[in-house]
């Protein structure tokens, strides 16, 4: 009960962080985690790496009873895949302009979704992600906890409103409430 109060303000106060705006270079925009996400997960990374070293500490000097050498263990994995997490946290990319949006992290393209390519938007009902699904069927999955959502919501509006699930469009709304929907105006003055 305790964790999950704390658990839910964290995450509240995370998302109270989430700039809203993308940061523009030149034609495109470029989403990354905020700082209080990053800050989150290096704070998560320096408490598994604290105990990691406590255990470290105490096989050293001589303890060698096996829940501490299971501590050692369980923390050196915990330890591990948190480092890993934090450079995934700080490599993560969304390059979005008017042809794609393009995912990157570590420094490579992990998925991309073209305008033309894509047939369906939904917002997942088990993930915090928005998911762009190519007619190849590729899928691209964007984290909602990406600072700069505005921008990948006002790309969403300019596709074809049959791309669009009531999912995402909802998502969209709460998202991005000022951004107008241009096929609605469209389809107005038709």
Not at 152 to 159: E, I, K, P, Q
């Amino acid at each position: 009960m305790v964790q999950q109060a704390i658990q839910a303000a964290l995450e509240s106060w995370v998302e109270k962080g989430r700039e809203r705006d993308a940061i523009r270079d030149g034609r495109t925009f470029v989403l990354r985690y905020g700082r209080r996400f990053k800050l989150q997960h290096v704070g998560i990374l320096t408490i598994f790496a604290f105990f990691f070293g406590l255990a470290t500490v105490l096989v050293l000097h001589g303890e060698r009873a096996t829940p501490i050498l299971l501590c050692l263990g369980f923390f050196a994995l915990l330890t591990i895949f948190s480092t890993i997490y934090v450079a995934y946290a700080f490599t993560s990319r969304v390059i979005i302009d008017d042809a794609s949006v393009v995912v990157r992290c570590f420094g490579m393209v992990i998925s991309e979704c073209t305008a033309e390519m894509l047939s369906t938007a939904y917002k997942s009902p088990i993930h915090e992600s928005v998911v762009l699904q190519s007619r190849n069927g590729k899928k691209t999955r964007i984290s909602t906890q990406f600072d700069g959502l505005r921008s990948l919501v006002a790309w969403l509006w300019l596709r074809p409103r049959d791309t669009l699930t009531d999912s995402i469009v909802s998502w969209m709304e709460a998202e991005a409430p000022d951004l107008d929907e241009p096929w609605v105006a469209t389809e107005a003055a038709s």
